[in-house]
Each structure stands twice: as structure tokens, then as C-alpha cells.
């Protein structure tokens, strides 16, 4: 009986803080792995975000609203996920939600923003989140497919044919690695060797050797997000292997140099322009967003900015440039953010359109190598 | 297979063994003292790693390491004296459920204090792709830091309880506990000073292998799992045979490469830690009458 | 009838709750309230487990998503490859098969739900079984470490096969549909037939679990949890008991699995994780171990608070907070330090250790 009552005044409790409705405000919903095995994607999403909405505030708001930003820390998880989309749709019934991180959830949670007619703009890579297109489902990040012909357009020029692939077992090593198998074939590039990893090994100096004992092997392409991109290059240099070592835009992360040291020299990698923003010609139409963006985060958490909260990023412009256009509810907004043209993002230069719902090409990717411990735009020897 | 091949699989194996039986060898430093199974273990490994590289830009790297290992020990005999000295007699259910909490707690401080991305220390001899050249395969020269650690750590540790008084004293609670408090000894104290040992040991571990695996908050329940197998494999509170057990587990991680998929490998840890618990729960080098004396 | 009037003011509180939802138009908090339930039939099944015959599991998770993601599998993965082949026909005309749709639009053909849910459901009571033989003869730290590597072995299948959708998990699962009209899928035209669902169910279990603590078999296993010994001295067969109480407990987590995955419509690696079993021990030993009612209390409660994210970043040290906190001072829950015994009895064990040293084993 003392638990029953118990449970009613929990419950009481809880239902009696249902949130007031505040006027003048826009509410933005964001669903982000902040803790949990996406951290490394979700905290520098949510440092974003945090920082634009503030700096959109200070600056008087949009459109005269102030923006209200709902951060939910879904640590990861697809079941979390789906409960604070719940929750951001019909609750707080937010504009649209910013996120998931991870592609697993952004999955999870499609459905429900189609159902519920909310626009979502994923954090996420993987293409299955944009295509089938649905109507209210929009994503960031440049497409592994992407990412994937320009490496192998990259070995073409190189004459490399015959490659061994190594993947994280994380949601973006498997996408990853199915875009390499899918799209192998077609560039008359061969798959020779292919391993998956867990995203906490500490050592590969086994699976390595094992690759290298195969003479077929030309190069080596590793598609992971995780510390162990640092550690394959530590082994495969450590073990004398000095085939060239192809690493997936995962890799935009200096940390990753840093902690792989010279083994990382001579890495060749496609990333979004972020990482080479100094070195782009003045005239980019990126350079001054890039440089912008890559100050204010430095400058404010002291930590280096990386592609991941690039892709959040890209998330806030897009929403406040169609909220700028006239976007007032979730309907308009979602049209409106089909109609942009041409907008420049962090990731690239977005064009929406009803069938595209990432906007970007294979020229927001280019090719990157590390040089003397830095990242420098990759030239053809 | 080539002989190098097989060289370069061996030294890949006794990399892992060597992290895998200092771990071992911390949990089983505190069950000998007390019966418990610290599952925090594996958060001394990243806290010592993490510590010193914080430490390094203001120090240079041997300091910085003795700080790690002087800091994690620290943070051993406070973890022991709030939460666990205090206890009466506490049940095997409620030590277990107590690490498993400190072992999260720790974990998620390390979360907020030095936030997700991933760290390491610079290699202590060379650079990242210097090596050795052994019988034709190429080792890293970080790869015998781990394993001379390793070995002078069971050296250490036999002379420490062999010929030192308290180490005496620590193995005298492991035997009799009331025959221990009878004899004068202090077993509270003994207990604390067991944490500080593993934790330091842990500590040392983790600094030491940092070069090869990098540290990273949620580091330390990975390796737990795997020092705990490791320890049960070569049966709990024995220390050399937990290293025999390391290398083993290792040498077989290592060279299961070479015929099942990378994505495999920890399920087969584990599965060989299942088969173990099931078969022989005394381990491959315990001694079934010994045993027989204890509750499994 | 009578041993079930005990339940009546759950079910006016659970019928409360809807209604109020109702008039205060606030029908979005039965969204997690639906979840929780289901969490809390798992927790409730290793209360039965942990309270009454004294084994820890640390692998709960492992079969909940052996029915998670068995019943996700089998009714999204297309079987119209094997059309040529004899099971098929079989399965076909035994009216196990139903007809899906991709997210492409493509007709696949699938395992009805209701087939799956079995199919997931004799699958856990059965590894569950073969796992209890050998495991349940373990205690202390080895029982512990046994079911921790249980859980890590599904979590690893689960994170590395292509068939289980590796770290993405899967997605797009269809509604399971039960008679009377009514379906479990997270649709919001349907969201209060749901809250029933996983109510009733919850009730159900409750009454499954009472009848059997109040019956011949709970007695022996309170025995069993008092001195196992001694149990087996008196005529009790411990072993058996133990299995039965282990598969049955295994048997609520797989059905919590497969309906939370429906209400989902999808399930992900994180439900298989260690950190998921850690948490459902935490909420039986905050609930008080063996206090069936407090463990579902406790479940409802923090399982609802951490859903609607009220926790934020620091979901996982609450829990290892509340673990150590409980562990510490209320070991027999949260509930008992109501009547302050517990405090009380914390005082007076600090006071006795002075006199006796070296107590701790």
C-alpha cells in the first residue's frame, strides 16, 4: 500500500511540472549523443549548437524570436532516442529537431518525424537516412558514397587496383563499408582482404601483419571514427608496410595525427574543406564561414574544431536560413529548407531539392594528406 | 603461416597478455587481502594513463608518470576508506554491486573532468614507427617497455610479500583472516593498503601501455573484463599464474586472427572465461583440493 | 479471487493516470510510462531472481534483446529468397508468413510477429536453460562474471552480425498485431491502447510472480536464499528451484524484448549492453531486492525519469550514484529507509565496529 502511494505522488509530482508555453520563442529540439560510445560525435555537436544559438540571442533573435534550444543527451541509444523525439515532437512541439548522431538512431527515430510531420536534420552519415527520400528527414554530412568515389578515384590515379579494407564495428565503419563493397566493382577496384574491429581494440598488429602477409594487398583503406584509425597506422608503419594508407573522413580529427605521431605522415583522406580552411584560396566560398566557425569554437572551449560539429553546424544554418525565408511552423520550414540554393555550410555547398535531401555533391570532399603533423590538401605526385 | 608471421602474431599476442595480466594482477592483489573483486580495477588503468598525460606538459615524463601512479593510489585508499572500510561484513552480492558502482562513478567523473577525446603519452623510446627488428618481424620498442613492466612488477610483487614485513601481514589476511587479527595484525589497514598497491599498479599499467593503445575515458571496463578473465583463467589470487593466464589469452586473441573475423575476437575472450568457469573454476593452474576449500 | 484484490489499486492507479492524461491533455507522459512498464516486467522477473533466490545476473540485458532483436529479425529480414525451398511452403501453409514492405516500398516476405514473438520467447526460455544448468551452479563473484560474459557475448553477436544490423541495429519493425484490434507499435493514434498493453502485461507478470513467491516453490526458494544449505538439507531441490525462477526470469525479459521493440518499432545494440543489465540490478537492489512491489515502483519511477531524459549527461552516474548510495546504507532499499530502520541500523552496525575489529570478508 506504502509503495502505491508512493507512486502517486511521483507521479503527481511529475505531471504537475508540465512545462508553460513561453511566447516570442522558437523552440529547437536536438537529440545528441553526448555521452555514451558516440560522445566524440554528440559532444562536439552539442558545444555547436549551444555556442550558435547563444550568438543568434545575443544578436536580438530571428526574425524577432528568440531561439529556445532543447539539447537531449541520448547517450547513444536508439531507445532514448525514439522517447525524447517523443518527447520533442508532441511536448515541447519544437520547429524541428537537430540530430541524432548516430545513423542507428537516426533510423530509429524517421518514422516518427514523418508521422508527426517535424522537420529532422540528421547528424548522421549513412545514406539509407536520405534515400528513400522522405519528406521531413533531412541530413548534414556528406555521403560515404561520396567519400567513397573519391578515394577510389584517388587509387586510379595512383594505379592502385587491389585493396585490403579495414572498418570500425561502429554504425559508421559498417556504412562505410558497405558503400566500398558496393561501389568497388564499378571503379574496377578490388577488394582483396576486409576486417572489422571493435572501436575499443588496442592493438591491431595482428590483423595487420595478417593483411600484409598478402602481396595482392596495394593499399589499404580503414573506415572508422574511433582511436584505432591512429593505432592501424601505428601498426602498419611499425610492422615496415609502406603501402599507402587510405583513411575515410572520419579521420578529420587532429587528435588522430597527434596521437598516431609520424606514422600518420603521408595519410590521404577525403574531408569536408574544415580542416584546410587556412590554406583554401581566399575567394572560397567557404573560407570565411570556415574560418569563422573553426575561431569562435577554438576560441571558446579551447579544443580543436572538428568535421562532427561541422555537421551540426550546418544543421543550425540551414534551419535559421529557412526560418529566415519565411519559415514560421514545422510545414513551411521543411519547405523552405527544400528550397535552398547554394547555401555554404561547413560540409560543402548545400542545394536542396524534393529529391535531394542532402544538398551536397562530391566536390564538398577533398582530398586530404597529413604533412610535418598537419593537414594540407592532397596533389597529385 | 611464415616464421615471421607467426613472430610478428606472437609479439602482437604478448603485447595484449602483458596489459591484460596487470590487470589481472591488481584484482587479484585486493581479492587475496579481501576476498573482494574490485571491479573498479580497470578505471585505476585509465585513471593512471590519463593523469600523467594531464601531467606531462608541466613536468617531464618519468615525474609525470610517478605523479600518476602516487595520484591513482591516492584516489585507491580514498575509494577504500569511504566506501568500503566501514562496512561490516558485507555480502559477496553487495561488494560486487559497490565496485560495480564505484567503477561507473569513476568512469563518468573522468567524463566531465577530461571530457570524450581520446589521448595518449609519446612512446618513451623513439617515435611511432620506430621498431626492433626480431627473427624478421618488427616489433615496437614500447611493446618491451609493456612487457619488462610487466615482468618487474611480479618480480616486485613476490619479493614484496616474500620478504617485507607487510607483505607478510597481507598474505597472512589472505589465509586466516581471524588468525591474522588475532596474531596483532591490523587487516582494516592491510585492506587499504591493498587497494593502494593495485591502484598504483593499475596506474603503472596504464602509462605504460598508453603509447600503444591511447587512453580514453571508458577505457577501463574493457580491459576489466579482460584482466578479469585473465585472473580467473590462471584462478583468483594467484599472480603469476595470472600471467602465465595474460599471455596465454593473448597468444590465442592474437593468432585466432589469422582464421575468424576481427568483429569475433572479444566474444572468444569471453567464451573461454564461460568454459573455464564451468569446467574448472579453479583455473588452468589452480589446485583442485585448494579449491575445494573455497565457495565458488 | 481474493490473492488478486491486492492489485486493485495498482489498476485504479494505472486507469488514474490514463484518465488524468487525459483531461490535462498531457497524454505524451504515457509515451515513457508505456516504456517503463516494459522495463519493469523485466525488472520485476530478476527481482523474482535476485530477491528470492539470492542470484545476481549481470546478463538481463542479453535476454532482452534475445527477444528484442530475434522478433526484430524475423519479421523485417526478407525470407523470399528461400521460396523455392520445402520450410518455406511449410512455414507458408502453416500461416507463419506475412507479407512487408522495405523502406524502398519492395514487398518482402517475413515472419508474422506473432510467430517471431514465440519463436524469440522459446529462444531465451531455452539458452536461458542451457545457460542455468551450468551457471546456477556458481556463486559470489564467479555467478557474477559468468552472466556479466553472457551479456557481453550477445552484446558482441549482436554488434557483429550483418543480420542483426551490427552497430545500427534495426529498424523499420512492423506493428504487432493482437486480436480485438488492437496492435503494439509506437503510433500515436494508438498510444493509449499501448499503455494498456504494457500494463496489463506488467499485471500480468505481477500475478504470475506473487502466485508463485506465495506458492510451494517460493517458499523453497526463500529458503534457498536463507541458507542454501540448510534448504538442501530439508528435501528442497535447490538446483531445480533456482533453474526454474532463472528461465522464468529470462522468459520476462524476452517478452519485455519483443513488445518494447514492436512499441519502438526498431531495437539497437545499446539494449544488449553491460550497462543496461547493471542498471535494471541497480533499480532490484534500490527497489530492495526481494520486495517485489519495490522493484516495480523503482522501475516505473527512475526507468520514466531517465526516458524523458531528466538525468541529461549524467544518466549513467545517477546510477552508479544510487547503487553506491543503497549499497551503502539502505541494502534492503530504498523503501526500508522509509520507516528509518535502515538509518538506525546503519548507526548501531558504525557503533559495534569498534568493539570488533576486522569484520569485513
Redesign the interface.
Known sequence: ????R???V??AL??AA?PAVMAETLKVGAILA???PAAFLGGPESRTIEMLADEVNQAGGINGKQIELII??S??????A???A??LI??EQVVAVIGPS????S??V???FE??RTPLLSCAA?E?IVN?VAGFVFKTPQSDSFAVRRIFMTMQEMGISRIAVLAG???????GKEQLQAIAPTMGIEIVEAE?YDKDANDLSAVVAKMKANPDVQAVVNWSIVPAQAIVAKNMRQAGWDVPLFQSHGFGNIKYVESAGVAAEGIIFPAGRLLVADKLPADHPQKQLLTKYKADYEGKFQEQASTFGGHAYDAFIILMKAIENGGTDQQSIRDEIEKIQGLPGTAGIFSFSATDHNGLDLESFEMVTVKNGAFVPYEKQ | MTLELFIQYFFAGITYGSIYAIVAIGFNIIYNT??I?NFAQGEFVMLGGMISISLLPIMPLPLAIAAAVALTMLYGALLEIC????????G???M???T??????T???AL?VWDESIRSLPYFVGNEISTVNVLGARVSPQVFWVIGACGLMVAFLSIFFQGTSVGRQMRACAAN??A??LCGI???DM?TFSFVLSAGIGALAGCVMSPITSTAYDNG?GLA?KG??VA?LGG?GNSAAAVAAGLLLGIIEAFSVSVL?L??Q??IA??I??II??VR?HGLFGSGTAAGLK?? | MRRLLFLL??VI?VVG?QV??DW?D?R??L??LT?AAYYSLLIIGLCALMGYT?Q?S?GHAGFFAIGGYLSAALTTRNLAFFQDQAFFRLLEGAGILATGQD???AELVVVAPWAACLVAIIAAALIAWLLGI??L??????L???T???G??IY??A??SEYF?????I??VPPFLLPFGLEVS???AVREANYYIAWGLLIMGLILLRNLIDSRVGRALRSIHGSEDAAGAMGVDTARCKLQVFVLSAVFAAVAGVF?THY????????A???KS?RY??IV?VGGMAHL??A??MG??LN??????VF??????V??????GI??FA?NGV?SL?NFSGVLDFFR??R??VKE?????
Request: glycine share 12%; with cysteine; aromatic share 8%.
Open positions: 500500500m506504502k509503495a502505491c508512493m507512486m502517486m511521483v507521479l511529475s505531471l508540465a553526448v555521452t555514451g537531449k543527451d547517450g547513444g541509444s536508439p531507445e532514448k525514439i522517447s525524447f517523443k518527447q508532441e511536448e548516430t545513423s542507428g538512431e533510423m530509429a524517421k518514422k516518427l508521422e508527426s549513412a539509407v528513400p564495428n561502429t554504425g559508421f565503419g559498417k556504412a572489422v | 579481501t576476498g573483486i566506501f568500503i572500510r566501514w562496512l561490516d561484513n558485507p559477496v552480492l553487495r560486487v554491486i559497490i560495480i558502482g564505484l567503477s561507473i562513478l568512469r563518468e567523473a566531465h583472516r581471524k591474522a587479527v591490523n587487516t582494516r585492506v571496463t573484463i578479469f578473465t580467473i583468483l573475423p568483429a569475433f572479444d566474444a569471453i567464451a572465461l564461460l568457469l564451468f573454476p565457495e565458488f | 489499486p495498482l492507479l493516470v488524468l492524461t490535462t498531457t505524451y507522459y509515451t515513457q516504456m539470492g545476481i549481470l523502406i524502398y516500398g551450468p551457471v551452479k556458481l556463486k559470489g563473484h564467479y557474477a562474471m559468468a556479466l560474459g553472457f557481453i557475448i558482441r553477436i554488434l557483429a544490423g551490427e552497430a545500427d541495429g529498424s523499420e509506437g503510433s500515436f518494447l519502438n518499432g526498431g531495437i539497437g545494440p545499446s539494449e549492453g553491460v550497462m547493471v540490478v541497480a537492489a512491489w519495490g516495480l515502483v516505473v519511477v520514466f525519469l531517465s526516458l524523458r531524459g541529461g549527461s549524467y544518466d549513467d552516474a546510477f552508479g550514484l544510487i547503487l553506491i549499497m551503502l541494502p523503501l522509509l552496525r558504525r559495534r565496529r575489529p576486522g569484520g569485513l570478508r
